[in-house]
């Protein structure tokens, strides 16, 4: 099934950045498309963005276009979001979450890290 | 975007109980459909993919069942374990997106 480990969050002034990071291990990496989803406090989920498995291919949400960039790392088995421009209502909890099969696109997500909460106050 | 609208928001239940939790989907989303459950402080957990197909390891007390634009999660006998919120989830465009939750709650 895979483990995920999230990391790279914490306190940022609006209008700051962070770059977050999540280390996979007991799968191949390369074989599945990733994604990020969010978690605002008390809320649901958002789907924020998803890569291939090769990463040619990427996917965001409009809530984020032009501020996040999802990226990968196949030989070092992590994945990453880097987040510019961060505003108040980006304050989450993080996850990561592994595609259940495919490697092209992100459908099902059957493994998820721990998550990362990312605060934006000043 | 495809909207997910899940009901009821919250639901009260004893164990034993059988529970059934809606998504609307809209647009329809053919059978491309998955359930989460997320206890507190917990990450999200895949019960349910393409929209009636059990993921490994989850009792069968669970069942998915729908097409298009309506579909249902089913826990057959409530557990003491199932007190959680569940999500529905599209799959057939992006943004991928999630329904709003349900939570379970022990009456």
């Known amino acids: 099934e895979g483990q995920l480990l999230e990391s790279g969050g914490g306190l940022v002034q609006p209008g700051g950045s962070l770059r977050l990071s999540c280390a996979a291990s007991g799968f191949t990496f390369s074989r599945y498309a990733m994604s990020w989803v969010r978690q605002a406090p008390g809320k649901g989920l958002e789907w924020l963005s998803g890569i291939s498995g090769y990463g040619d291919s990427t996917y965001l949400a409009d809530s984020v276009r032009g501020r996040f960039t999802i990226s990968r790392d196949n030989s070092k088995d992590t994945l990453y979001l880097q987040m510019n421009g961060l505003r108040g209502e980006d304050t989450a909890i993080y996850y990561c979450?592994?595609?259940?099969?495919?490697?092209?696109?992100?459908?099902?997500?059957?493994?998820w890290g721990q998550g990362t909460l990312v605060t934006v106050s000043s | 975007d495809i909207q997910m609208t899940q009901s009821p928001s919250s639901v009260s239940a004893s164990v034993g109980d059988r529970v059934t939790i809606t998504c609307r989907a809209s647009p329809g989303t053919s059978t491309w459909l998955a359930w989460y459950q997320q206890k507190p402080g917990k990450a999200p957990k895949l019960l349910i993919y393409?929209?009636?197909s059990l993921e490994s390891g989850v009792p069968s007390r669970f069942s998915g069942s729908g097409s298009g634009t309506e579909f249902t999660l089913t826990i057959s006998s409530l557990q003491p374990e199932d007190f959680a919120t569940y999500f529905c989830?599209?799959?057939?465009?992006?943004?991928?997106?999630f329904g709003g939750g349900t939570k379970v709650e022990i009456k």
């Open positions: 393409a929209a009636s």
């Open positions: 989830q599209q799959a057939n465009s992006f943004p991928r997106t």
């Open positions: 979450a592994k595609d259940r099969l495919s490697r092209n696109y992100p459908y099902y997500f059957d493994s």
